[in-house]
Nanobody, 125 residues
Framework: QVQLVESGGGLVQAGGSLRLSCAAS????????MGWFRQAPGKEREIVAV???????YYADSVKGRFTISRDNAKNTVYLQMNSLKPEDTAVYYC???????????????????WGQGTQVTVSS
């Protein structure tokens, strides 16, 4: 079994920065895609950013230019650097990994095979 463990969430003022980390452990596997989703209270889970081994990164329009995803394949770890945070970024952030995924499906949470437990990010105004 594969476990994804997130860290780095917290409380920050608007305009501040946070860095999330997600490390995969357990049974050895090579994920085609690793990335981040988020879910705010009363809203559906939405994609934030995903890195695919084959062709790079995808960002939601709402975070382009502010968030940067990076991945260390040797460590099976993915990071999310979040700058210029806004109150609307407040959510529980989930790490996700997919053994295989197409670009057409990259935003569909049901296509991901493994999930972390989530880490809270709160941005105060």
């Amino acid at each position: 079994q594969v476990q994804l463990v997130e860290s780095g969430g917290g409380l920050v003022q608007a305009g501040g920065s946070l860095r999330l980390s997600c490390a995969a452990s357990g049974r050895t596997f090579t994920a085609d895609a690793m990335g981040w989703f988020r879910q705010a209270p009363g809203k559906e889970r939405e994609i934030v950013a995903v890195n695919r081994r084959s062709d790079g990164t995808y960002y939601a329009d709402s975070v382009k230019g502010r968030f940067t995803i990076s991945r260390d394949n040797a460590k099976n770890t993915v990071y999310l650097q979040m700058n210029s945070l806004k109150p609307e970024d407040t959510a529980v952030y989930y790490c996700a990994a997919a053994k295989f995924i197409t670009m057409h499906s990259i935003g569909l949470s049901r296509r991901y095979d493994y999930w972390g437990q989530g880490t809270q990010v709160t941005v105060s105004s």
